[in-house]
């Protein structure tokens, strides 16, 4: 057998080329699984961050959702609140505007008091004068001072078995109050001793007085009246003259004399004579039968109330109150034991300006005046 030159295909070689194709795509798809390994990963990367960003958003979500719910709660409260505050501001405008009501009342009542006053003050320059006489001490050289003596009495009852010792010294009574007790030695019964205790002299007094006046419609007031009449004659006459029209006057219902201060008091029983009367204030009375002519006074009658007062009391700081005598001896001679024991500076005492002793069963009342003058 004759082998002739030529090509020679070796049997294997598809074998060969199909192995190198399959290593090829085997080898591609491992790159392809690599890839889609590596976008695996990339997207697994992804989704943790989508993820990651998803609880981020939805904590943003619930933290803006809590503001929005704290933003209405503060808002509800901050409403709440407002209508609360416009209910107190109108519970402030109707108690103002009450107390305005209240106080345009008062003024209301202030002026009407006002006008009684400014009445008043139109009235009083025609009030009846008093007539002062000088009683007090006359300045000499430079010394042009005014003194009035302004000394109220306040009356101070005494029980009986008690005494009050005046002292020139206040610091005396001072000490004979300190000291209490007192020993008072009787020298004309041998040793015997009475024991007497010494209390504060306590004033009553009044500290304020508020007292409502007002002019009375009925009624004047004549004064400066001449004292050559009987009280009798004098009330004729005055009734007979101020009834007549032509003097202005009118129906009396009632004239009375004041007795502490000499002046009438004529009641009308129409209330505008009592104002015509006074607008003219002097009034010219004839006197028939005595051919008497006079000037009176005519001013408006001005009744008073006390509508207040304040009463209080002060301690005397000179007299002091003895308490617990008995009644041994003589009046007369016990006030000189009493007065000599307490004149005598060992017992604390000194000098005595006034004493009053009033024995066992007995009672007085004394009167306590200022000791010092007033200047004006």
């Keep these: 057998m004759e082998l002739s030159r030529g090509t020679f295909k070796n049997p294997q070689e598809p074998a060969m080329n199909d192995l190198q194709k399959l290593q090829q795509e085997i080898k591609g798809c491992k790159t392809r699984y690599n890839a889609v390994l590596k976008d695996k990963e990339v997207l697994l990367a992804a989704k943790l961050e989508i993820e990651e960003t998803t609880e981020e958003c939805n904590a943003q979500i619930q933290s ?17 609140n407002l209508q609360g505050k416009l209910n107190e501001v109108d519970s402030e405008i109707k108690a103002i505007t009450e107390r305005e009501n209240a106080v345009k009342e008062k003024l209301t009542k202030l002026d009407e008091q006002n006008a009684k006053m400014e009445l008043q003050l ?17 300045a000499k050289g430079h010394d042009q001072g005014r003194k009035y003596d302004v000394k109220p009495s306040i009356q101070y009852p005494i029980q009986g078995g008690s005494a009050v010792i005046t002292f020139e010294d206040a610091k005396v009574a001072a000490q004979i109050l300190e ?34 006046t007002q002019v009375c419609k009925h009624r ?11 009280v009798d004659q004098l009330l004729d006459k005055l009734e007979i ?51 008497k002519t006079c000037i009176l006074r005519v001013s408006p009658f001005i009744n008073g109330e006390i509508v207040r ?64 003058v007033v200047e004006i």
């Design 64 to 80: 803006f959702q809590k503001r929005i719910e704290d933003a209405k709660l503060k808002d509800t409260i901050q409403n709440l």
């Design 122 to 138: 139109q009235v009083s320059k025609c009030m009846p004068e008093k007539r002062w006489v000088f009683a007090g001490q006359e």
């Design 179 to 212: 000291m209490g007790d007192h020993k008072i030695k009787i020298e004309d019964n041998g040793e015997i001793a009475i024991n007497i205790k010494a209390w504060p002299v306590k004033l009553p007094t009044v500290e304020e007085i508020e007292i409502q």
């Design 220 to 230: 004047v007031l004549i004064s400066e009246i001449p004292k050559f009449l009987t």
């Design 241 to 291: 003259h101020f009834s007549k029209q032509k003097n202005n006057g009118g129906e009396v219902e009632n004239i009375e004399l004041l007795e502490d201060s000499g002046n009438v008091v004529i009641t009308f029983v129409d209330e505008r004579i009592s104002e015509n009367l006074t607008k003219k204030e002097f009034h010219e009375v004839v006197f028939r039968g005595i051919t």
């Design 309 to 372: 007062i304040k009463a209080g009391e002060i301690i005397s700081r000179k007299s002091v109150l003895f308490a617990g005598i008995p009644d041994i001896m003589d009046e007369e001679k016990l006030r000189d034991y009493l007065q000599i024991h307490f004149q005598k500076p060992s017992n604390g005492g000194g000098e005595v300006d006034a004493i009053m002793y009033i024995p066992e069963g007995q009672s007085t009342i004394t009167y306590f005046e200022l000791d010092s």
